[in-house]
């Protein structure tokens, strides 16, 4: 079956959220509240900040805002992957803060456990399997890279398992495999809308006031306390976590520092178990190639696959809209690479095929910081890794709005900002200057060019 025949069929949405276990949209505010936080932005971010505060001082009064539904954004159309690593990577974080990595890593794999024992504590249910995940190398260039990391991990204590070509067939037989690392602890799956759900129910339960459909349209301080404006209502707070991701911000300074970038995914119909026993995959692991313009892809509870990745598409002009969410050319580039990996499954359909935005600054990771006297704080940038790097955004946001001094705060990583994008229109020059410079160094053994260099030099970039 063609790549094109294969996609005939795919519904146009997420399918995390085109289920009908998908809950039903709490109230709109309508008048005028207060309250002592007001957490804008349902995604992980708000959610883990809301159900944190209410952790940490039951009596306070908190209001959750989201625009749409909780989960309906990023949150709930990615590939469920929640990694451990606070920086994007290994490899990313030691070149940024090599004096503060050993700090970070450990705090990263402190938060995942804390993810996962919160989700048993009040009884989340959304998958999530501590399967951890493979990195593959499907051109000879990576396997250099492949070594490399293990080494770095091993320098911190860590463990990762290198495996070679038979080895990484043996735990998902591709032909496109010709060697891998599988990181058994670093990262768990999850069902991320389910998720997203199951943490709205429990910030309700907490006592969180939560108005779904009720998009912030401005942000005024009276003196006193700060005045959130709505369609039908306002809320004034003393305190602001802002938790918007990628989305036109409310505080105009975040917009040196992010760009909305596109990432795209299709979903399988279930594979038959015969196909699975040719596959393999018994251990269920995430799994990611090496390339810059890398694939993510993982099982479902019924073994559906998740394809996503490798496009990562920037509109010129930064613009957000919702004819962006779908593009038929990287649809049918993702399907032709599916199949190129398992061809094995020749005749599988997919049933849904969407993309979201993402928000990515030029550090890979997340960044922090306040405003109004910090009395508003915020996490962003989280560039595509935020499942599990949320809730230690989320930590940091109120640390913040607390004027508490932590091991968090006193990071540099939390104290820097990433350098700003230029303003447009050379923005959008760099950037997509950078796109093809990263698209001609995977077909050039991974050697960057002069370009590239010089963006390695200065600590920036562009990546999903």
Request: aromatic share 10%; glycine share 12%.
């Amino acid at each position: 079956m063609s790549p094109l025949k294969a996609l005939a069929d795919a519904e146009r949405k997420p399918y995390w959220l085109d289920r009908s276990i998908a809950p039903e949209p709490l109230p709109p505010l309508t008048g005028e509240v207060t309250a002592d936080l007001a957490v804008v932005g349902g995604g992980f971010t708000g959610l883990w900040t809301a159900l944190m505060a209410k952790e940490r001082d039951p009596s306070l009064d908190v209001v959750l805002l989201e625009g749409r539904a909780v989960g309906w954004a990023a949150s709930g159309r990615n590939g469920g992957f929640c990694a451990a690593s606070l920086t994007h990577g290994l490899g990313n974080g030691q070149d940024r803060w090599p004096a503060e990595i050993a700090t970070l890593e450990r705090l990263g794999r402190e938060n995942l456990d804390e993810i996962e024992r919160t989700l048993t504590r009040y009884g989340v249910e959304c998958s999530f399997e501590r399967t951890g995940e493979l990195r593959v190398a499907t051109e000879e260039w990576q396997l250099a890279g492949l070594d490399e990391e293990v080494s770095a991990a091993a320098s911190l204590g860590g463990r990762l398992e290198r495996l070679d070509r038979e080895q990484v067939r043996a735990e998902v037989d591709s032909p496109a495999y010709l060697g891998g690392v599988w990181d058994r602890q670093g990262v768990a799956m999850v069902d991320p809308a389910r998720m997203a759900w199951g943490l709205r129910d429990v910030c309700v339960r907490l006592g969180v006031r939560v108005f779904e459909h009720t998009p912030v349209r401005s942000l005024h301080d009276d003196g006193l306390v700060l005045e959130l404006g709505t369609p039908k209502g306002r809320v004034r707070a003393g305190r602001v976590a802002l938790g918007t991701g990628a989305f036109p911000p409310l505080l105009r300074r975040l917009r040196h520092f992010l760009v909305p970038v596109y990432d795209y995914a299709l979903m399988t119909e279930p594979v038959p178990d015969d196909l699975m026993a040719e596959i393999g995959w018994r251990n269920r692991q995430g799994i990611g190639d090496s390339a810059n313009q890398f694939h993510y892809y993982r099982l479902t509870d019924d073994n559906r696959i998740l394809w996503g990745g490798y496009d990562a598409v920037y509109h010129n002009g930064g613009l957000v809209r919702t004819e962006y969410d779908q593009r038929d050319a990287t649809f049918e580039k993702l399907a032709t690479h599916f199949f190129e990996t398992f061809p094995q499954l020749h005749g599988l359909r997919f049933t849904h095929r969407w993309g979201g935005v993402i928000d990515t600054c030029s550090r890979f990771s997340a960044f922090f910081g306040t405003a109004y006297g910090s009395r508003l704080a915020y996490a962003a940038g989280y560039t595509g890794l935020g499942v599990g790097a949320t809730r230690f955004g989320a930590n940091v946001i109120l640390d913040l709005l607390q004027g508490r001094v932590t091991e968090r705060t006193e990071l540099r990583m939390v104290r820097d900002k990433p350098m700003p994008f230029p303003p447009e229109p050379v923005r959008s020059g760099v950037i997509q200057l950078t796109r093809w410079a990263i698209a001609r160094a995977d077909e050039h053994e991974g050697r960057r060019n002069a370009w590239l260099r010089t963006l390695d030099a200065f600590g920036v970039g562009f990546d999903s």
